[in-house]
């Protein structure tokens, strides 16, 4: 893998010399044997731990660099590694290569009567193009699953994890050169210049699908400018509904975990919606764990009611994405206006619903529509690596292709293979 910037002025060949030896790579990729891929992630990952020091050393300089630039605390926090994350991003790459291979599996298979045995077997999609920001566990959990559902990647991560991701792919090159597959199956753009993200998005003669990851502007510009499909990963505006039918311990558990375990991931918890119900007994109480675990809280009149340290709410904060220890607050009449709430400010990822009411739950599983729904558990289990995938490029909040969680075989297609005995179409 080339570590070295690209020449500003040969930037679009550098970037079709890249899309060359990534679909060269992945007609080899295609039909690598299972073994021989789930042991390139296994070496991969023992090279993430081997080379720990300089790993961490290398993710230094990209968190001074992003403190020296005022870089807010909530996104140094999303690109900060630390021996434990260094660790689970390994560990990621080893549970995908325990995973089942999508490769060649029958997704069904029939009889017709004239005899044709047909099958519609998972393929590879090709070469993935992923474009992120901050995060550079990105790099290892997409170059990861990319090479587990046999598809070559071109990775361009953001300016802010230059030097993390560029460290985090020499291991994972270093995984694929120890098993002799080609190291073009996973290549970094060696260059923070914008201009290399264009020319991604034109190189549909080379990439397949175009994966972003990251805040809505990129989104928005991916979705513009891009001549190739696109997996879209918007931001995640994530609501938890407390109902009148729910548990108030299990209630502030829900609630407390789905903001505060981690602030800066795109499943924390935006807003809290409750059932004007049990505003007197639930909404004090949900209101001064929160506080007390340092979050800000943001409410409508109701709640502002409840405590003097509650801020006033404004319309914006329904639609906002804070990344922060911050939560904003309705008081809501009922399930209906639960769910009327999350279409109008929602963003098609994660909420969830806290309630022993059963026909109230399932009503609002089947009318949210995001790609994922939860009854009584966090909106923070909205991960991969939690829904038994290893790992996720990032959830999907578009409907085409793939939706939520995307894993190894969500970067899968179809074709459909049939065998017969010289049949002839009458």
């Given amino acids: 893998m080339s570590v070295l910037p690209f020449k500003t002025d040969s930037l679009k060949e550098d970037m079709l010399a890249l899309g060359r030896a990534a679909r060269d790579a992945a007609k080899v990729l295609a039909l690598a044997p299972t073994d021989t891929k789930n042991a390139a992630l296994r070496r991969a990952a023992a090279h993430l731990r081997a080379d720990a020091d300089a790993l961490l050393a290398a993710n230094r300089q990209d968190v001074d660099a992003a403190r020296d630039r005022g870089l807010a605390q909530p996104l140094v926090d999303r690109l900060a590694l630390t021996e434990s994350r260094l660790d689970a991003m390994a560990r990621g790459l080893e549970e995908v290569a325990k995973l089942p291979d999508p490769v060649g599996a029958v997704m069904a298979h029939w009889d017709r009567p004239n005899g044709l045995k047909i099958s519609r077997v998972r393929v590879p999609l090709g070469v ?51 098993t002799g597959l080609p190291e073009a199956a996973i290549q970094l753009v060696p260059t923070t210049d914008r201009a290399a993200v264009g020319h991604m998005l034109a190189m549909d003669d080379f990439i397949d699908i175009i994966v972003p990851r990251g805040g809505r502007s990129l989104i928005e510009r991916v979705a513009a400018d891009s001549r190739i499909p696109v997996i879209k990963h918007l931001d995640g505006i994530c609501h938890v509904y407390i109902d009148g039918a729910a548990d108030l311990d299990k209630a502030c558990a829900v609630t407390l975990n789905a903001k505060m375990r981690r602030t800066s991931i795109c499943g924390a918890a935006e807003t809290l919606l409750i059932d004007r119900r049990v505003v007197d007994t639930h909404l004090p109480r949900l209101v001064r764990t929160l506080l007390d675990a340092g979050c800000e809280v943001r409410g409508d009149e109701t709640t502002q009611g409840v405590n003097p340290s509650v801020r006033p709410a404004t319309e914006q904060d329904w639609s906002t994405e804070y990344l922060d220890a911050i939560l904003s607050v309705r008081v809501v009449d009922g399930v209906e206006a639960a769910i009327d709430h999350i279409a109008r400010h929602g963003s098609h990822h994660t909420d969830s619903i806290v309630t022993e009411d059963a026909r109230v739950a399932e009503r609002f599983l089947a009318a949210v529509d995001s790609s994922i729904v939860l009854w009584n558990a966090s909106t923070q289990f909205a991960d991969g690596g939690e829904f038994g995938m290893g790992a996720e490029i990032g959830i999907s909040t578009g409907k085409l292709h793939a939706r939520g969680p995307v894993g190894a075989e969500q970067l899968t297609s179809y074709k459909y293979v049939v065998r017969g005995d010289g049949q002839v179409r009458p």
Avoid at 128 to 154: F, H, M, Q, W
Avoid at 157 to 174: P, Y
């Fill in 128 to 178: 993935i193009g992923v474009i992120y920001e901050s995060r550079p566990n990105v790099t290892a959990d997409a170059g990861g699953l990319c090479l587990k559902s046999g598809n070559a990647a071109i990775l361009r991560g953001g300016s802010e994890s230059f030097h993390s991701a560029r460290a985090i792919g020499q291991a994972l090159v270093a995984g694929l050169r120890d």
